[in-house]
C-alpha cells in the first residue's frame, strides 16, 4: 500500500518555557504612599521641588502640601473661579482656567497675580513646565501646546494620546498625561509626542499629575487621595486581571488515506512558569510522553512516539494544567536600555541564525534593522 506520509513532527509552541523569580518588589505605577487631601474636588497638581500644590476647581483654592505626610500648609484663593490645572517653573505657579481660557502666573509666595494671558484654546485642563516652556493641555482641540510662559506665544503643538486626556506634568525628559476614561498615565516624548510608555493610573478619575523627588504623584477627583507611584524599580512591569484557569492543550491528526501514516512523531512544547503566568498543577497527560527532550533554545517538549496510524483512523494525544495567568504592561525606559554590544554572545548566536524564517542577507532584513536601529550602537 502506498505511503501517505513517512513521518510527522508538530511543534506545538504554548506556554512557552522561562523561569522567573514570584518574589518580586514593587512594579511600575504600584502606590508606594497615599494621603487624603484637604480638598473635595482637586483639579490640578504641581511641585516646587518641596512642596506639593493642590487646585480645587469647586472651592477655587490653592493648597499646599507636605509631600512627607500629606499635611496641609498654607491656603490661598485662586485667582479664577474656575481653575483647572497647575504648573511650577521659573519660581512662578501657573494656574489654568478652563472655563474663560486664561493662564495666571503667581509669586507661590504671596498668591498674587504677576501676570496672565490667553491660552490658545478655552479648555485647558493640564499644565506643564519644561525647560523655560510651558505645556497646555487643550481638550477641545485635543492638543498639546508649547508656549512662551511670559506671553502664551505659541511655539508648537501635537495631539493629545487621546480625547480624555485631561492633566500633566514634567519629570525633566518626559511628559506625564493622564487619561481619566482609560484609568491611563502615558510618558510622553515632549518634542514629538509619541508616547513611549503606558502605567495604569491608581484611581478612577486621574485629575492632577506633579514630578517630586523621583516619584510621579497624582490626585484623583473620584477618592480624593493624594498618591506617591512607584515607575523605576525591579520588576519593570505590571500585572493585572489575574486569574487561575485549567490549560488544556490537544494535538490530533487524522488520515483520510488512502495510504497509512508511519514513524508518526509529534513534539509538544511544555509550559513553564513565566513572570506572567504560574503553574499551579503538574502537567497531565492523556499518555505519557516516550520522552522528554529540549529544542535548540532550550525549550522543553514532550515527544510521543505514536507509530503508525491506518487510513480512516485518528491520533491524539493532550494534556491539562492548572495555572495562574495575568495580562502583563511591561515599562521600559529608553535611557534604561543598553547597547547592542550588551547582547549576550550566546543569544546572538542563537537568535540570530540565518534561515527561512531570518534572513540575515535579506535586502528587506537589513534595509528594515537599518531604519529601526538608525545610528544606536
Known sequence: ????????????????????????????????????????????LASDGQHLFVVDWRAAKVYALDPADGATGRTWDAPTLKPHGLAYGGGKLFVADDHTGMVYALDPASGMVEHHFEAPGTRTTGLAYADGVLYLLERKSRRIYKVHPDDGTILGYFAVPDSACTCMTYDGKYLWV????????????????????????????AAGLAWLGDHLWNVDFQTRKLYRLVLDDTPRYRLTDTRTARVECLWSLTNYGPGEVRDLTVNVALPDNLPNQRLRSEVRF????????????????ARFELGTVPAGRKAAVSYAVDVEVSAIRYLILPEKIGTLNDIPEQIRQEYTVDGARYQIDSPYIRETVKKVVGDEQ
Open 1 to 44: 500500500m502506498k505511503t501517505a506520509l513517512t513521518r510527522a513532527v508538530c511543534m506545538v509552541a504554548v506556554l512557552g518555557a522561562a523561569w522567573f523569580n514570584p518574589t518580586a518588589s514593587a512594579a511600575p505605577g504600584d502606590v508606594q504612599a497615599s494621603f487624603d487631601l484637604p480638598c473635595k474636588y482637586p483639579a490640578g
Open 178 to 205: 493622564s487619561n481619566r476614561i482609560k484609568d491611563e498615565l502615558y510618558m510622553v516624548e515632549p518634542e514629538s509626542g509619541m508616547v513611549v510608555a503606558i502605567v495604569e493610573a491608581p484611581g478612577p478619575y
Open 286 to 301: 492523556s499518555t505519557s510522553p516516550t520522552e522528554t527532550v529540549a529544542d535548540r533554545w532550550g525549550q522543553r517538549c
